[in-house]
């Protein structure tokens, strides 16, 4: 199957996004577009307010992020124990539930690390 760039902007996520079509595009970066509401510089001074209101939400994102993996995992557990006591005979099940359970937990890691390489970079930062 022959898949162009044109089929993969018809993805849901997708649309509205306009692929790359020569390296013209990347030599007049006039023609790509910015995200709306975006700002170029992360030294742009914000209310107080929305720097709170920032974290605030980042910080809600990593604890559902967290009760998203721990709920993988539970329910991993679950199908195991419905196999293993013989409740359900579907490998499928118990193998989508571990490998969700694993994705998740590999996600919620990578993120963890990368937080904390952050955060060992800024602490190094001397002025």
Not at 19 to 48: C, H, M, W, Y
Not at 63 to 70: A, G, Q, S, W
């Amino acid at each position: 199957m022959n898949t162009t760039a044109s089929d993969l902007m018809k993805l849901p996520g997708l649309i509205g996004v306009s692929p790359l079509s020569s390296a013209q595009t990347l030599a007049n970066p006039t023609k790509l577009k910015t995200l709306t509401g975006f700002s170029n510089s992360i030294l742009v001074d914000r209310p107080e307010e929305e720097q709170g209101a920032s974290f605030d939400s980042l910080l809600t994102s990593a604890m559902d992020m967290l009760r998203e993996t721990n709920d993988y995992s539970n329910q991993a557990a679950e199908a195991e124990l419905a196999y293993a006591m013989g409740v359900t005979n579907s490998t499928h099940e118990l193998q989508v539930a571990q490998m969700k359970a694993n994705v998740s937990l590999q996600y919620t890691v990578a993120v963890r690390n990368a937080v904390m390489d952050a955060y060992k970079e800024i602490m190094q930062l001397q002025f």
